[in-house]
Every structure is written in structure tokens, then in C-alpha cells.
């Protein structure tokens, strides 16, 4: 499979299908001048993340952020190579900060894999935040229950509302998860009213309509 164009600007580049079975989905978004990718996956596909972004047409030396959507091993693994090779800013919540810094509790030993602790270089502390990436700007939200700093972001673009939702489907069991704070992070996403939303695993939902059933689904079980 390839990356793909979800609508102008924003693509996906790795993933499960795209990238390594136990990646996480990886987004970007393309601000002209500037680059930010969503999340980085377990670390085994960092060359193969690379190469999609260059089959776009795009330069990876452009990726000035990179958000980490919260503390978990396939969202972060490769955060260190990009800060390392591109330079990129890394942004997580501060309260996953720690676990990105140090590598303790991101579950490197569930996928097998040995985890680089990387600097976090912007620590979000509010419930929303904006980034400015180029010509665009993401929203920045605080969602607290798959993680205590889990994040998600969205952006106006081309008349559409795209939501970078991440792990809506959880799970919260794990530990620092919150049911409760999840139930009050979904509704949150919800009041969006997105007409798109990218998933941390299960892909790409559209139109509206079926982005608030996807959200009213897990609600539901909480």
C-alpha cells in the first residue's frame, strides 16, 4: 500500500498496512514551508515513514514538529531518529513528557523492541494549544484516559475539519488509563462535529455522520 492524500494537505504515511504491523497510524500535514507528522510508530519503519513522505513529493528535512499523541511505544519509537536526523521539534502533554524522556511505562517490551528516550521540546500543559505549522494551525487538545497526557489536534482546511482523534477506541484499562476522564475526553471530540477523522489505529472516517458514530461507539462502552 501506499502514502495516500485523506484531503489537500493531509495524508497518511505509515500504519499497520503501510509502514509495520504493530505501527500505529501516522499522519501528516503539509504547511508549504513547514512539516508536521503525527506520531512516529514502534521505531522498526523509521526509513520506510521517510520514504513515503519523499513519494509525496515532500522533503522530510521540512518536518519541524513532530506530536506525540501520547507515551505509548508505537506512537513514539521513533521520535529520536527524526529529532536526530531532521532536527524536528518534538511536542507531547506534559504529563506523558516523562515516560517520552525516560522510556519508563511506554511498553517497548510488549512489541519487542528497545525504545531511545528523546527529548521532549515543547510540553503542552492546557487543555488546548495552538501549532503553527506553515501556512495552517493545528488545535491542540488535552483528551486524558488512554494516558494521563493524551492529545489529540485538529485543523480547518479546505472546508473541512479534520480530526487527528488518536486512540479513540482505547484501550483504558491499561495502566494510567481513566474510564471517566475518557467518557469526558470523548465528548469532547464529539462537540467537534469533525467531517474526518484520522484514527491512532483503525484508519480514516467520513463523512460526519459516520465520524460521530465511530466516537458514539466507544462512548457508549464507558
Known amino acids: 500500500m501506499e502514502p495516500f492524500e485523506i484531503c489537500k494537505d493531509v495524508y497518511q504515511v505509515g500504519g499497520s498496512s503501510l509502514t509495520s504491523p504493530d505501527d500505529c497510524s501516522i499522519y501528516l500535514v503539509d504547511g508549504g514551508s513547514e512539516l508536521v507528522l503525527i506520531d512516529s ?3 522498526r519503519s523509521f526509513e520506510k515513514i521517510v520514504k ?3 513519494r509525496l513529493g515532500l522533503s522530510p528535512r521540512n518536518l519541524k514538529y513532530i506530536i506525540a499523541t501520547h507515551a505509548h511505544i508505537d506512537h513514539i519509537g521513533s521520535l529520536a531518529r527524526f529529532k536526530e536526523e531532521f532536527n524536528s521539534r518534538i511536542l507531547a502533554h506534559k504529563l506523558d513528557s516523562e515516560g517520552i524522556e525516560t522510556g519508563i511505562g511506554v511498553g517497548a517490551h510488549w512489541y519487542g523492541v528497545i525504545y531511545k528516550p528523546c527529548p521532549v521540546d515543547i510540553k503542552i500543559d492546557r ?3 495552538e501549532l503553527t505549522v506553515g501556512k495552517h494551525v493545528l488545535k491542540l487538545l488535552h483528551i486524558p484516559g488512554h494516558t494521563p497526557g493524551s492529545i489529540a489536534c485538529y485543523i480547518d482546511i479546505a472546508g473541512k475539519r479534520v480530526l487527528f482523534g488518536q486512540d479513540i477506541h482505547g484501550p483504558y484499562h491499561l495502566p494510567g488509563g481513566d474510564r471517566k476522564m475518557a467518557k ?3 465528548k469532547k471530540l464529539l462537540d467537534l462535529r469533525a467531517d474526518i477523522l484520522c484514527e491512532g ?4 472516517f467520513e463523512p460526519k455522520e459516520e465520524v460521530k458514530s465511530y466516537i458514539e461507539r466507544y ?3 464507558l
Request: charged content about 15%; aromatic content about 10%.
Open 201 to 204: 489505529h483503525f484508519g480514516i
Open 52 to 54: 513515503n513522505i519523499e
Open 41 to 43: 510508530g514502534t521505531g
Open 219 to 221: 462512548i457508549s462502552q
Open 184 to 186: 469526558f475526553s470523548l
Open 127 to 129: 487543555d488546548q494549544e
